[in-house]
């Protein structure tokens, strides 16, 4: 980081609660001297900037700490959770890791030195221009996953002119992912708090809100459907609650306009972002409207044929282990089609999802949409299945409350679409999923499975 300005800044907070966890407060000063501790150990330990650095653990003020110092010291950081020792092998293996720093649950740090077996060429480069680096892994459309590389210089320098705003704040996703690490950066330069939890159930977070006054909830559309089923909110003085903010994943609108009748003085917000290009800025229309303008200061956006296109100062370097998905011209097509209507745009679907079925289009949001608001549904996945004369068909998945006779199921599903869709939109067949549809992000997965 240019001359450290990160910890500038966060010395002016000097006074405040930076961190909750284990329901006792971090100040700023803590975490400050944290950081500075982690730079001496590194040194020590003949951690040289340009190294490769994996994290393993949760949100806790050891990580949090490891990961500003790293960026300070201008090495590569891979932060990475609790994740099985196999998906964790192939992680290190992709990042070229040279350094493992594993926290166990109380924050107790291990190290072990690696033989990384390669170099990638995009490391080589992010080195020869001195800057930290950041790796990310998400899952690829193939279920293999992909390594964004970053630079951790230009992400950090895009909240530098972040205005103080000291939010008292939920951290919901965590640091290995995109969101988790906005959560961090953006909370701590705004002189706000954050607040951890040992649990994500409805309960916990609603308890936690309460107990520690939370203005601000960042989680996801399948979280906040959990919320309203669970009627957990109704239990709890959620009172300091300003702003929820959505993203990861498709609203439903069912959700989103529940949501808002449950709760009328937050103000909702949907975000939008991708680890490719970063989180551009967002406005929602209104606090029930899945309308939204995306784009601001280092970033812009366009509309080719009805998907969206980002370009933003602070996108990836490239990818470890896939092609480039930027254009010549530093464009990225992000897949996700919308429609427009004047400054502002509305999600419909994945590209990649969408069901072609004799030329028509369904798009799986519109047929979900129907389906979660029937009773005894507590979550459906719509997709398309293979056909030899319409070439596909509709087929919803569902993750039931309790038991219910198939034929049943199938039978009300079918009648409460065809009250409301077109024909070609209703499903052709209703399967039941043996397991959850709420992945361990709290994004709903399309790939379960079935009773």
């Known amino acids: 980081m240019s001359d450290n300005w990160l910890l500038h800044r966060l010395a002016q907070f000097r006074d405040r609660s930076a961190l909750v966890w284990r329901e006792q407060q971090f100040g700023y000063d803590v975490l400050l001297r944290r950081v500075e501790e982690w730079r001496n150990a590194l040194s020590r330990r003949g951690i040289e900037p340009g ?7 949760g949100f806790s003020p050891g990580a949090a700490t490891l990961l500003m110092a790293l960026a300070a010291n201008r090495n590569i950081a891979v932060p990475l959770t609790t994740k099985v020792a196999a998906e964790r092998d192939r992680a290190l293996k992709i990042a070229a890791v040279e350094w493992l720093v594993e926290f166990d649950l109380d924050d107790q740090w291990e190290l072990s030195r ?56 939920l951290a919901f996703l965590m640091l290995d992912h995109v969101g988790g690490i906005n959560t961090l950066f953006h909370i701590l330069v705004g002189g706000g708090t954050i607040v951890t939890l040992a649990e994500r159930t409805p309960e916990a977070i609603c308890s936690g809100i309460e107990r520690h006054r939370v203005q601000l909830l960042p989680t996801t559309p399948t979280f906040l459907r959990m919320l309203l ?47 490719e290009v970063g989180i551009p800025p967002t406005k929602s229309q209104r606090n029930d409207s899945l309308w939204l303008a995306v784009g601001g200061k280092g970033f812009e956006t ?37 429609e427009q209507q004047g400054d502002y745009i509305r999600f419909l679907g994945r590209k990649s999802e969408i069901i072609n079925i004799g ?80 992945g361990d992000r709290f994004k709903k997965k399309r790939k379960v499975a079935i009773q």
Not at 51 to 57: D, F, I, K, S, W
Not at 309 to 325: D, K, V
């Open 302 to 338: 366009k509309i080719v044929d009805g998907v969206l296109w980002i370009r933003s100062s602070t996108s990836m370097i490239g990818y470890l282990n896939a092609p480039s998905p930027f254009d010549a011209d530093g464009w990225m097509n992000t897949g996700d089609l919308v």
């Open 114 to 169: 690696l033989e990384p077996e390669h170099d990638p060429p995009l490391l080589q480069e992010l080195r020869q221009k001195d800057e930290a680096g950041l790796i990310v892994f998400s899952s690829g459309s193939t279920g293999e996953i992909k390594a964004s590389l970053l630079s951790f210089t230009r992400l950090l320098n895009g909240y530098r002119d972040r205005r103080a705003t000291p939010l008292r704040t």
């Open 229 to 275: 089923i669970s009627d957990a909110y109704k239990k709890y003085d959620l009172s300091s609650l300003e702003l929820i903010t959505y993203g990861t994943e498709p609203m439903p609108e069912a959700t989103l306009k529940a949501l808002h009748a449950a709760l009328p003085g937050v103000r909702l917000k949907q975000t939008y972002g991708l680890t």
């Open 359 to 438: 030329g028509e289009k369904v798009f799986p949001a519109e047929v979900e949409n129907v389906i979660q608001q029937l009773d005894n549904i507590k979550e459906v996945a719509v997709r398309g299945r293979s056909n030899p004369i319409t070439g596909s068909v509709v087929v919803a998945t569902v993750e039931l409350h309790r038991p219910e006779d198939h034929a049943a199921l199938e039978k009300r599903i079918r009648a409460a679409c065809s009250g409301r869709l077109a024909p070609f939109k209703v499903p052709a067949m209703v399967e039941v999923s043996s397991e959850t549809l709420c």
């Open 51 to 57: 190294q490769c650095v994996a994290l393993r653990g």
